[in-house]
């Protein structure tokens, strides 16, 4: 009797082992946590599921572009036009017919505030907002009425005031400072602020070290030097008559009936090529030339302004 209750017993134990085996199965297989599920669902899902996250994706909105996408596309026609007419657009200047604003590039970019190319998106834009402040409408393309707002806005810098000078208001500069040393005393006149302000402005010129200029002092340019030389400064109203005698297919933009020249603060100063020549191949020589880039960089500071159409041509307007 002893030994069937000790059975019995056993048997129970086993009995319970068994139920708490096949309990815990069902739990791990129903009742698993959610990392664990998550984990298996992941070596399941097909690829081109994701799993959900937290943290919302990055989009790309496209209601407003980059703008250099939006400005290149919007002036596509405008730069393609600039392209064309910086070589051929057709106008006219002292009565002589001109063709395309290439020789003018550095005054344009200088206006700006730009580096001046034709076949950009920015030179576009810039034109537009130029046409807009000269009450043009804004197409970017700079054609004849942009074109001659430049036109005006650079002659109305010149010097306005072409009184004369009179004997007191020049010297005779030496003629180291001269293209042609043996130019004539008379003709080595200059007012005398404009003088001294061209002395500062070569002294600076010296110094840079970029232009790399011959010079015997830090405000005396070398004999052999060329660049920056006076060519042409004081002209009376008879040398110029007679200039013109001499010159008469000069026309008014080559030899002006009412020159700058009188006033002694007229400097035509040596900038590459043949000096004085309007020409458009000598002036593409000009432009490109160090000494002309600097003076477009540097010379207002001076108080030296350009005539636009004749690179080396600067009036002093302080």
């Given amino acids: 009797m ?12 086993v009995l ?3 139920t708490g085996v096949a309990t815990l199965a069902t739990r791990n297989s129903r009742g698993q946590s959610p990392s664990a599920k998550n984990e298996s669902q992941q070596k399941t899902e097909s690829p081109t599921q994701k799993p959900e996250t937290l943290v919302k994706p990055t989009v790309m909105t ?10 290149t596309s919007g002036f596509a026609d405008s730069i393609n036009q600039n392209t064309l007419l910086r070589n051929d657009l057709l106008w006219t200047f002292g009565s002589k017919q001109q063709h395309g604003w290439y020789l003018y590039d ?3 970019g200088r206006t700006l505030n730009l580096r001046p190319d034709a076949s950009t998106s920015d030179f576009a834009s810039a034109i537009a907002a130029w046409q807009k402040q000269k009450g043009l409408t804004p197409t970017g393309v700079l054609d004849e009425d942009a074109w001659m707002a430049f036109v005006s ?6 010097l306005k005031d072409k009184t004369p000078a009179t004997p007191d208001q020049l010297l005779t500069a030496p003629s180291s400072d001269f293209y042609d040393p043996a130019r004539l005393e008379e003709l080595r006149q200059v007012e005398k602020n404009t003088y001294g302000a061209y002395k500062q402005m070569i002294a600076a010129a010296i110094a840079d070290p970029i232009l790399k200029l011959q010079h015997t002092s830090a405000t005396e340019l070398a004999a052999n030097e060329k660049f920056f030389k006076i060519v042409s400064s004081f002209r009376s109203r008879e040398y110029q008559e007679k200039l013109r005698r001499e010159s008469p297919n000069a026309g008014s933009a080559g030899l002006a009936l009412n020159s700058p020249h009188f006033t002694g603060r007229a400097l035509d100063l040596y900038v590459g090529g043949d000096p004085v020549d309007t020409r458009d191949a000598n002036r593409a020589i000009q432009v490109n030339t160090a000494a002309y880039q600097w003076l477009v960089r ?15 041509h600067w009036e002093y307007v302080r």
Avoid at 153 to 158: G, L
Avoid at 298 to 307: D, K
């Fill in 62 to 71: 496209t209601d407003r572009a980059p703008l250099n996408t939006a400005s």
């Fill in 16 to 18: 319970a082992l068994v």
């Fill in 2 to 13: 002893k030994t069937l209750g000790i059975r019995i017993v056993q048997l129970i134990a």
């Fill in 153 to 158: 806005a650079w002659q109305s810098n010149r």
């Fill in 298 to 312: 540097n010379a207002e500071r001076f108080g030296f302004r350009p005539y636009f159409y004749e690179p080396w």
């Fill in 106 to 108: 550095l005054l344009i």
